[in-house]
C-alpha cells in the first residue's frame, strides 16, 4: 500500500470508502468512521499503528495478519467491515451528535437489509450516542437488530491507550468465540 501524500490526506476529508459486506457474514465490523488515512486510500483501518488488522489476526478470525488493501479477502472468511458514518474526517471528535445518530440509523438498515450474525461495533463512544446507550460497556449487548446479535469491541486506534495490543486481541477473541456458537 503506497503512503498518501499530505496534498492527498487533505483532498480525502469527507470522501467516503466503500463497505466490505455481503448478505449473511459471521461478523460485521463497524467503525466509527474512515480517517483520512482510510479515505485517502480506500482501505478501512489503513493507518499505520492502527490495531484493528493486528487484533483480528490475534483474536483467531484470520490465519495470519492481513494488510488494510487485502480486505477483500474477509468476505471469504465471512466477516465485513463498514461504518457508523460514511465521511472520511481527520479525527472521530469531528463527527456531530446528529451525525452519529443518523448514521445509527443507516446502520440499523444496513444490518437488517445484509443480516450478519453479529454487529461488532469498534467503538464504544460512537455507539453510546448513535443508540442513546450511553451506559454501553465492552463485550455482547443485550439489544439486537432483529436476528443480528451485538458486540462492542474497544476502539483500535494506537491513542487508545487504555487497551493493549494483547488486550485487543483477547477481547476480539471473545468475539470470535461467541460468532462461532
Not at 70 to 93: F, K, P, S, W, Y
Request: proline share 7%.
Amino acid at each position: 500500500m503506497i503512503r498518501p501524500t499530505r496534498e492527498q490526506l487533505a483532498a480525502a476529508h469527507g470522501t467516503t470508502i466503500d463497505d466490505v459486506i455481503a448478505p449473511d457474514l459471521r461478523v460485521l465490523f463497524c467503525g466509527i468512521n474512515p480517517g483520512l488515512y482510510s479515505g485517502a486510500t480506500g482501505y478501512h483501518f489503513a493507518r499505520p499503528g492502527n490495531r484493528f488488522w493486528p487484533a483480528l489476526h490475534g483474536g483467531g478470525f484470520t490465519p495470519r495478519r492481513l494488510d488494510p488493501s487485502e480486505q477483500g479477502e474477509l468476505l471469504r472468511l465471512g466477516l465485513g467491515i463498514t461504518n457508523v458514518v460514511a465521511r472520511a474526517t481527520a479525527r472521530a471528535d469531528e463527527l456531530t451528535a446528529g451525525e452519529l445518530r443518523a448514521g445509527g440509523a443507516e446502520l440499523a438498515r444496513k444490518v437488517g437489509r445484509y443480516r450478519p450474525r453479529w454487529l461488532a461495533v469498534v467503538g464504544i463512544t460512537a455507539y453510546r450516542t448513535a443508540f442513546d446507550r450511553p451506559k454501553a460497556t465492552v463485550g455482547p449487548q443485550p439489544e439486537r437488530f432483529g436476528d443480528t446479535r451485538v458486540w462492542l469491541l474497544p476502539n483500535p486506534s494506537g491513542l487508545n491507550a487504555h487497551w493493549t495490543a494483547t488486550t485487543l486481541a483477547e477481547e476480539f477473541g471473545r468475539l470470535r468465540e461467541a460468532s462461532q456458537l
